[in-house]
């Protein structure tokens, strides 16, 4: 069965370092999604991206954030400068179309030191 | 707005009973989808069963099935036979269908453990 394959699966960082996380979604969906979940509490969206644009974003995803496909397989995440409360879990998320069921990737947990 | 409460923290069963999680929703757009998600300790998420707003019948998986009562606004997911390895979180989420946006809103989730 397709997946949706993430990158490292834990990364810890120091604080004020930039991180790239990085998604292979499933080969044949167009949209694109990152979540996020802090420790023990539920799991809240960042962002989602279709036709090589953000189509949409929370109010978490600031400029401290960015996103990209620079190819056509990955999707990334990038936190420029990271702080200690940006530590959790990332999930990437892709689906064949707009109204279609997610899949996540296995996430990535995030440490910030 | 759409919101997704579930209520229930922690449930307890014992190993081969049914157990249902609980969840309600609140949006007032007319057609939206639902969702639960099992999240094991190792942390991944993994789909378990999905129900449109529209479906005339309350949606199965295997052993899940998801008690959709559209009036009460409540998607109540129930696992049948319920084995040691379904011992996870268990969250509900939703997103509205054809609107702006496409994004999924979870609840807090409800911590089971089953028992043997």
């Known amino acids: 069965e397709p997946e949706v394959t993430q990158t490292p699966s834990h990364q810890v960082t120091q604080m004020g370092q930039e991180v790239i996380l990085r998604c292979v979604p499933i080969?044949?969906?167009?949209?694109f999604y990152w979540y996020r979940q802090i420790l023990g509490q539920k799991v809240e969206f960042l962002v989602s991206?279709?036709?090589?644009?953000?189509?949409?974003k929370s109010e978490i995803f600031d400029d401290q954030f960015s996103v990209e496909r620079p190819d056509g397989s990955n999707f990334t995440l990038k936190i420029r400068s990271t702080k200690l409360e940006d530590s959790a879990m990332y999930f990437c998320?892709?689906?064949?179309?707009?109204?279609?069921?997610?899949?996540f990737g296995s996430g990535t947990r995030l440490t910030v030191v | 707005a759409q919101k997704i409460t579930q209520t229930q923290p922690g449930m307890f069963v014992q190993e081969k009973e049914a157990v249902t999680l609980d969840c309600t929703y609140d949006?007032?757009?007319?057609?939206?989808?639902l969702f639960w998600y099992k999240q094991p300790s190792s942390g991944e998420m993994i789909f378990l069963i999905y129900?449109?707003?529209?479906?005339?019948q309350n949606a199965t998986e295997g052993r899940y099935s998801l008690n959709f009562q559209k009036a009460r606004k409540s998607a109540n997911l129930v696992i049948s036979a319920s084995q040691l390895g379904d011992s996870a979180m268990y969250f509900c989420?939703?997103?509205?269908?054809?609107?702006?946006?496409?994004?999924?809103?979870f609840g807090t989730g409800t911590l089971l453990a089953v028992q043997p």
């Open positions: 998320a892709s689906s064949r179309d707009r109204d279609y069921g997610y899949t």
């Open positions: 989420a939703m997103r509205v269908l054809g609107g702006a946006t496409n994004k999924l809103i």
């Open positions: 080969s044949n969906h167009l949209y």
């Open positions: 991206f279709y036709n090589n644009e953000i189509s949409e």
């Open positions: 949006t007032s757009d007319p057609s939206y989808g």
């Open positions: 129900q449109g707003s529209y479906d005339q």
